[in-house]
């Protein structure tokens, strides 16, 4: 295969190119992540979460996609679960609200429509988490 500079490139070697990413860790070692910008939203969401992974975003605004890395049989809690909703909250523009609703699914249920602009996805088996946007460090 040859790129655009006219190189020839190992179609094997070839990877997405990596999100840009807000990084988080959770008590107990959980890893979160946030997408910086649509197109890094887009990778997070369907290109580097792996199935039962758990994705967040906040409802009904604009915000970042966000990614609670899931453990080899390991299942995170509700707490862990509420941080990672809090933290999407966070990198929304809810940011400086109250108490502010987040959607969650595994990122198996989360499909992009054809043509979508970055950053736009379908979600499926949502559960709505209601919590305070923080960035984790409180």
Same mark, same amino acid.
């Given at each position: 295969?040859?790129? @655009?500079?006219?190189?020839? @490139?190992? /179609?094997d070697s070839f990877s997405p190119p990596e999100p840009r990413v807000? &990084?988080?860790? =959770?008590? !107990?070692g959980w890893e979160v992540l946030a !997408?910086?910008?649509?197109?890094? #939203?887009? =990778? +997070? $969401? +369907? /290109?580097? *979460? @792996?199935? #039962?992974?758990?994705?967040? %975003?906040v409802r009904g605004m604009p915000g970042s %996609?966000?990614? +609670? @890395? *899931? &453990?080899? !049989?390991e299942q995170p809690d509700s707490q862990v679960k509420k941080q990672a909703a809090a933290i999407a909250a966070y990198h929304s523009k809810a940011r400086n609200g109250g108490i502010v609703p987040v959607s969650c699914t595994q990122a198996c249920n989360v499909t992009k429509p054809r043509g979508a /602009?970055?950053?736009?996805?379908?979600?499926? /088996?949502e559960v709505v988490y209601k919590v &305070?946007? $923080? $960035? !984790?460090?409180?």
């Amino acid at each position: 295969m040859v790129s @655009r500079t006219g190189k020839k @490139r190992d /179609k094997d070697s070839f990877s997405p190119p990596e999100p840009r990413v807000f &990084r988080y860790e =959770l008590p !107990g070692g959980w890893e979160v992540l946030a !997408g910086k910008t649509d197109e890094d #939203n887009d =990778l +997070l $969401s +369907l /290109k580097t *979460a @792996r199935p #039962n992974d758990w994705w967040f %975003h906040v409802r009904g605004m604009p915000g970042s %996609h966000v990614v +609670l @890395r *899931a &453990r080899d !049989g390991e299942q995170p809690d509700s707490q862990v679960k509420k941080q990672a909703a809090a933290i999407a909250a966070y990198h929304s523009k809810a940011r400086n609200g109250g108490i502010v609703p987040v959607s969650c699914t595994q990122a198996c249920n989360v499909t992009k429509p054809r043509g979508a /602009k970055p950053g736009t996805v379908h979600i499926k /088996k949502e559960v709505v988490y209601k919590v &305070r946007p $923080s $960035s !984790g460090e409180e």
